[in-house]
């Protein structure tokens, strides 16, 4: 089951290095993925997304990694800003149970050092 | 070029009374979802709505809460009799064709003293 009330994982790194956040999501039914970048009090923005049908998919600065058979997600930063500073959220998709929810997995707040 | 809109931000309540949450979608979107965020959480998904009708709502608590989404203004989500544990901020998606890419509003936080 979940832990409730622990610390979110940090990571931080200095300004101008790439950045690299992982996730394990849960639902080997999931197709549908999407990163989200949190900054304290607002909500979640969007990042990017990727389809179960694709392995990599690029973005401006942003890439995002899937790893079907491992059940795992990643999110690499290239050449990350002080404005990069804030809680990153995977959100896993399950579609064709007639809703399209998302669950989210428990963030990595990322530290950038100026 | 309005995004999502929430109101009010904060919300202060004592135990007993009712909390009530607008979301207005963005424009052209008829698809809302509502999620709640504890403090170092990730989002937990309450329930989905169309216009008119609540499509998913098992991730909503069977007493005390419930959605609408009407034909006309925005989409309310009612907590009736708050306890200190609905203290949480709560988040509103929409989405044009209900596929998933959704769109966040800003949130609202709910205080329960």
């Known amino acids: 089951g979940e832990s409730v009330g622990l610390h979110l994982p940090t990571l931080s790194v200095q300004e101008g290095d790439n950045s690299i956040i992982n996730c394990a999501y849960s639902n080997s039914a999931s197709d549908y993925f999407i990163w989200y970048k949190q900054e304290s009090g607002k909500g979640p923005q969007f990042i990017i997304d990727?389809?179960?049908?694709?392995d990599k998919r690029q973005g401006q600065r942003v890439t995002v990694l899937l790893n079907k058979t491992v059940k795992h997600l990643s999110l690499q930063i290239a050449a990350t800003q002080p404005g990069d500073s804030a809680v990153y959220f995977c959100?896993?998709?399950?579609?064709?149970?007639?809703?399209?929810?998302?669950?989210f997995g428990k963030g990595t707040k990322l530290s950038v050092i100026p | 070029n309005a995004g999502v809109m929430q109101n009010p931000r904060h919300l202060v309540r004592r135990r007993g009374q009712e909390a009530r949450l607008r979301c207005s979608p963005m424009?052209?979107?008829?698809?809302v979802y509502w999620y709640r965020q504890l403090p170092e959480e990730g989002l937990k998904f309450m329930v989905y709505?169309?216009?008119?009708?609540?499509?998913?709502e098992s991730g909503m608590p069977k007493e005390r809460f419930s959605a609408e989404f009407p034909k006309e203004g925005p989409s309310i989500l009612r907590i009736q009799q708050v306890v200190r544990g609905d203290s949480a901020a709560y988040f509103c998606a929409s989405s044009y064709a209900g596929t998933g890419d959704e769109f966040f509003g800003p949130g609202t936080r709910l205080t329960v003293l």
């Open positions: 959100a896993e998709n399950t579609s064709g149970a007639g809703s399209y929810q998302l669950t």
């Open positions: 709505l169309q216009k008119e009708n609540i499509i998913d």
């Open positions: 424009k052209g979107h008829s698809h």
């Open positions: 990727i389809r179960s049908n694709m």
